[in-house]
């Protein structure tokens, strides 16, 4: 399920993929109710990061992490719109109390929704404080085309790939750069412009927007352009420079 054309991923048309088919949705007498997500990241620094809440019955719950695993992680980041899972880890984003999850789930990691997963037919009546999953999903950001990971055309998923285009102002290093650490692709080295023969599907996304801290796909609009954005980081963790050059 996916959004498009909206002023956000949490914005658009709605769409269902059937058969390998992305089709609008026609609703009769869709409700608030009816729209609601099953899954949310609550207290982290994005979309993509927080602790876990799963809906059922119309309340929410927190996970355990002990009913929770890698191939669960993926689901989750899969149905968020997110990137794959990078940290997992109980109580990375604060702790609370009960209600919580009372089944372990059994997810094969290829579902679309996590409650689409088998659960254990036990239930759990108590989590051990400070076990409440938190988990961080990386932004669907990417470089492709360039001669290593971290060099090439920008392209942001928000519903599908496209590539980035400049909105209303010039992309600087120093935007550049947050993507470059998101990329875990040390610091930016160049930004720049190419013009391809005919417009295309792109994502429009305008510096100063980037430079308050908000994510790409938060900061995307949807248009076309021959303008694409290409990007080329140093290629290593800004850590591993600082430690070589104080082993130097």
């Not at 999953?133 to 920008?154: F, H, K, N």
């Not at 023969?197 to 792109?202: G, I, L, T, Y």
């Not at 429009?204 to 430079?211: E, K, T």
Request: aromatic letters at 6%.
């Amino acid at each position: 399920v996916r959004l498009v054309g909206g002023a956000s991923r949490c914005a658009g048309t709605l769409e269902l993929k059937h058969q390998g088919d992305w089709r609008p949705v026609v609703y009769s007498l869709w409700t608030l109710e009816t729209a609601a997500d099953s899954v949310r990241l609550l207290d982290g620094t994005s979309l993509c990061s927080g602790r876990l809440e799963v809906k059922s019955n119309q309340r929410w719950s927190s996970v355990c992490e002990a009913d929770f695993d890698q191939q669960d992680a993926e689901v989750v980041c899969r149905e968020l719109g997110c990137g794959a899972p990078s940290v997992l880890q109980g109580a990375l984003y604060g702790e609370v109390e009960a209600p919580m999850w009372t089944k372990e789930f059994q997810c094969g990691g290829h579902e679309s929704a996590l409650l689409d997963c088998r659960s254990s037919g036990s239930a759990r009546n108590t989590c051990s404080p400070g076990k409440a999953v938190g988990l961080t999903c990386s932004e669907p950001v990417r470089l492709v085309g360039g001669a290593s990971r971290c060099a090439g055309t920008l392209e942001v998923k928000q519903g599908d790939w496209r590539p980035v285009s400049y909105s209303d102002s010039v992309w600087t290093l120093e935007t550049a750069a947050g993507v470059c650490r998101e990329l875990d692709c040390g610091s930016a080295v160049s930004v720049g412009q190419r013009k391809e023969s005919s417009d295309r599907p792109v994502w429009w996304i305008s510096s100063d927007c980037v430079q308050t801290g908000s994510a790409l796909r938060d900061c995307a609009r949807s248009g076309s352009s021959s303008s694409i954005l290409d990007l080329t980081c140093s290629g290593k963790p800004i850590s591993d420079i600082i430690y070589i050059k104080l082993f130097i």
